[in-house]
């Protein structure tokens, strides 16, 4: 919701970006889009620019939004343990997928493999939460504040917050080539201001935070739209850079899948340059403190 909100408060315009926002399904999506010159930036999970990077395909992380896992596990009413989940139909998005790894972590917390897990592709969260209302699905792991939903409609409750595991771990954060960059760093840098500004405004103007989520996710569910707004301010780095122990969690959880991401290194996904220079200029410590 970062750059909707800088977006919707004219942040990009007062940096001088023609900044055109759109909506792409799924990190992996959005990653061959940019690839095929068809997005110049993306907001995608870790995940994607590992197996970008282990396909040989030229992407980094210029800055992290989220860096620690915050799955939530949200679980048909007769499932009242995380040991009752062994051996269970999992919905996910796709296997491979950021919330897929949500459950290779419960695996190993729990000493199992993400093999005792029977994985269903549902697209997205909206069907994730059908699959479970339907019963094809026992759980299923969802970021905030799409939990909401699995409550409301498919009578699901929190079995486990992973957030309270504290586990670095690369989620959301703002990709480019570096080709790209090396072309057109003013550009990525004044990006960058806007996405740091809108941190900013995140914390400062709460209503003005909740009104973006509701028109993006088009939504009037106030409790939707707060636990949207709660979730992540606190989680915002500061500064906001790439995690380099974030992503040596992910290309483990890649390489599970992808055996071509173990020859892969944290540096190789990140180029935390732009957010240095936002450091060294004084603008992150103006924005955020």
Not at 46 to 64: E, I, N
Request: proline share 5%.
């Amino acid at each position: 919701m970062l750059w909707p909100l800088a977006a919707d408060a004219g942040l990009f315009d007062k940096y001088g970006v023609n900044f055109n926002l759109q909506y792409v399904q799924g990190s992996a999506t959005a990653v061959q889009a940019l690839l095929a010159g068809d997005l110049q930036m993306v907001e995608v999970a870790g995940s994607a620019v590992v197996a970008a990077q282990a396909a040989k395909q030229s992407l980094v992380m210029t800055m992290g939004f989220l860096n620690q896992t915050v799955w939530r596990i949200m679980a048909k009413p007769e499932i009242t343990s995380v040991d009752q989940l062994k051996g269970k139909n999992i919905a996910v998005t796709r296997v491979g997928n950021a919330d897929y790894f949500a459950w290779s972590q419960l695996a190993a917390k729990q000493g199992w493999k993400v093999e005792d897990f029977k994985f269903l592709n549902a697209n997205d969260a909206p069907g994730q939460v059908t699959m479970l209302k339907t019963g094809n699905a026992d759980a299923i792991a969802l970021s905030p504040p799409n939990e909401i939903q699995a409550q409301k409609q498919a009578g699901a409750h929190l079995l486990l917050d992973e957030a309270t595991y504290k586990i670095p771990e690369q989620q959301v954060g703002m990709a480019i080539s570096p080709a790209y960059l090396a072309q057109n760093r003013a550009t990525a840098l004044n990006v960058s201001k806007a996405s740091i500004e809108a941190m900013a405004l995140w914390k400062k103007d709460p209503a003005k935070a909740k009104a973006v989520i509701g028109k993006y996710l088009k939504t009037e569910d106030q409790e939707y739209i707060d636990d949207g707004y709660s979730a992540y301010g606190p989680l915002w780095p500061n500064p906001p850079f790439p995690s380099k122990d974030g992503f040596t969690t992910v290309i483990s959880e890649v390489a599970e899948q992808t055996p071509a991401a173990k020859s892969v290194t944290a540096e190789q996904c990140m180029d935390t340059s732009l957010v240095q220079e936002l450091v060294d200029s004084g603008f992150v410590k103006q924005m955020l403190g």
